[in-house]
Antibody, heavy 120, light 106 residues
Framework: EVQLVESGGGLVQPGGSLRLSCTASGFTFKAYWMHWVRQAPGKGLVWVARIKGDGSSISYADSVKGRFTISRDNDKNTLYLQVSSLRADDTAVYFCARDGHYSGDGFDLWGQGTMVTVSS | SYELTQPPSVSVSPGQTASITCSGD??????VCWYQQKPGQSPVLVIY???KRPSGIPERFSGSNSGHTAILTISGTQAMDEADYYCHAWDTTIVVFGGGTKLTVL
């Protein structure tokens, strides 16, 4: 089955860190750009970061630059997001998403999301 | 930074046509995608490359993009189409989402 499964979320204190994981199955993981998108409770979708299939190109939203790190292990078919220096406004469901092969293809596969709650 | 603007809410009667707009500077020169998200669920891609439907998306969903505005149109709207809808475009290496539109089928 073609799917993405996130894990690693939880409750963390302000200033703390977590590593989120997204395990892919059913498709050639290394062939795709992958993204992290987050959604605060009751709010809209916000793009966080992206990484090319071979890991050679990475981009971040300004709001997380310097605090979050996206990476991938193609041997393990797994995408990661290291989240550090967490703040209350980082509280959100974090989704991983697969980008299509061509420009404008969109995010055609999403995980179920993992919740990160930043609170003391 | 690039911004996409959507109306917060749109209402439509069952069987009628719903139009959801997404506005941005010279948006017509960029590809736009649309996502549907129902409560408690992950987003689902309903339109890509401005006007293409992924496999499994009903024909009543269509899209257009010109000038500064992209439009998602749902013809013959059904109760099951009630959801939040988000537009999405690229700004060089950055991805941008619109703020989302809650579609209510009255």
């Amino acid at each position: 089955e073609v799917q993405l499964v996130e894990s690693g979320g939880g409750l963390v204190q302000p200033g703390g860190s977590l590593r989120l994981s997204c395990t892919a199955s059913g498709f050639t993981f290394k062939a795709y750009w992958m993204h992290w998108v987050r959604q605060a409770p009751g709010k809209g979708l916000v793009w966080v970061a992206r990484i090319k299939g071979d890991g050679s190109s990475i981009s971040y939203a300004d709001s997380v630059k310097g605090r979050f790190t996206i990476s991938r292990d193609n041997d393990k078919n797994t995408l990661y997001l290291q989240v550090s220096s967490l703040r209350a406004d980082d509280t959100a469901v974090y989704f991983c998403a697969r980008d299509g092969h061509y420009s404008g293809d969109g995010f055609d596969l999403w995980g179920q999301g993992t919740m990160v709650t930043v609170s003391s | 930074s690039y911004e996409l603007t959507q109306p917060p809410s749109v209402s439509v009667s069952p069987g009628q046509t719903a139009s959801i707009t997404c506005s941005g500077d010279k948006l017509g020169s960029r590809y736009v995608c649309w996502y549907q998200q129902k409560p408690g669920q992950s987003p689902v891609l309903v339109i890509y490359q401005d006007d293409k439907r992924p496999s499994g998306i009903p024909e009543r969903f269509s899209g257009s993009n010109s000038g500064h505005t992209a439009i998602l149109t749902i013809s013959g709207t059904q109760a099951m189409d009630e959801a939040d809808y988000y537009c999405h475009a690229w700004d060089t290496t950055i991805v941008v989402f619109g703020g989302g539109t809650k579609l209510t089928v009255l």
